[in-house]
Structures are given as C-alpha cells and as structure tokens.
C-alpha cells in the first residue's frame, strides 16, 4: 500500500511541476519536443542552440534533476518502505520511476500535452509534430534506460544510511 501511495503521490507531484512550468512558459519545456519544433523556435529566434536536446547545458541540467531524484529516492525508500539494502533501494526506486515514466509519456505528453494550445510554442502551435506520439514513447523507452543508473544511485545510497543509520 505504501508504494502505491508513493506513486500515486509522485504522478500528482510531478503533474503539478510539469504543469506549472509548461502553462507558465511553454518554452521551458522546449527540449522535450520533437526536433522540427525546436528547430523552429529556434529559427523563430525564441531559443538559443544550447536550449534544445542535446546541448551541454540540457545534459548538465537534466544531471542535477537526476541527482536531485536520487537523494530524495533514496531517503524516501529507505524511511517510508524500509528498504535497508540496495536491491531494495534499487528496486522500490525504479518501480516508482517506471510508474512515473509511463504516466508522464501516456497521460501528461500523448493525452494532455499533445492536445493543448496552451503549452504550443508561439510561431509553432499549427505544426503536425506535436501529435507525434511516438516520439513520446521512444521517449519514455529511453527515460527507462536512464532511469536504471539513477536506480542504481538509490540502491548505493540507500545502502549507505542503512550503514549511517
């Protein structure tokens, strides 16, 4: 029931984050959008090279976010579920990911995000690419892959405040 609650409990939070930061400026979200879209924002001089995917500064950020997850997983796994070794930590860590993962590729990107104008960049909002779901599940099959080091990270750390604690 715990794990539940924490999925649950993480779906709401990042929906509230991702919702947030998108109404507020479509353009922060901008790197999680097909190429042509951010190609034309930046031919539309709305966005610099090193804000779509791929730049440094997209990777450093997306680290630190990374890093950021990881602690919290690991403190979260190891006081709420009791996870004490790192196959737990790893465990319990990357089921919640993958429950985030999947949501945010099915429910926020393909359900949501791909219907409003809203969250549309200016000068974009007519282009067939935003309904290019299966860029939003490519997507989500790589978040799975990047998601194993940072379950990894969980497992080590947890398995560290076991030792502390």
Not at 35 to 43: C, D, G, L, V, Y
Not at 120 to 145: A, C
Request: charged share 15%; proline share 3%.
């Amino acid at each position: 029931m715990i794990l539940l609650t924490e999925c649950v409990a993480a779906c709401i939070l990042f929906t509230l984050v991702v919702v947030a930061v998108s109404l507020k400026d479509p353009l922060a979200q901008v790197n999680n959008w097909p190429p042509a879209i951010q190609q034309r924002a930046r031919e539309l001089g709305l966005i610099r090279e090193e804000q779509m995917s791929g730049s440094k500064k997209v990777y450093a950020k997306k680290l630190a976010v990374a890093l950021v997850i990881a602690i919290a997983f690991a403190a979260l796994v190891f006081f709420a579920n009791g996870a004490r070794s790192f196959v737990d930590g790893f465990g319990y860590s990357y089921l919640i990911w993958t429950v985030v993962n999947w949501y945010d590729a099915l429910v926020i990107d393909c359900l949501w995000v791909c219907h409003d104008q809203r969250v549309r960049i200016p000068g974009t909002e007519n282009m067939k690419e935003y309904r290019d779901y299966w860029f939003h599940i490519r997507g989500s099959l790589v978040g799975q892959v990047l998601g194993l080091p940072v379950a990894l990270l969980v497992g080590g750390l947890t398995a560290v405040i076991g030792l502390l604690v």
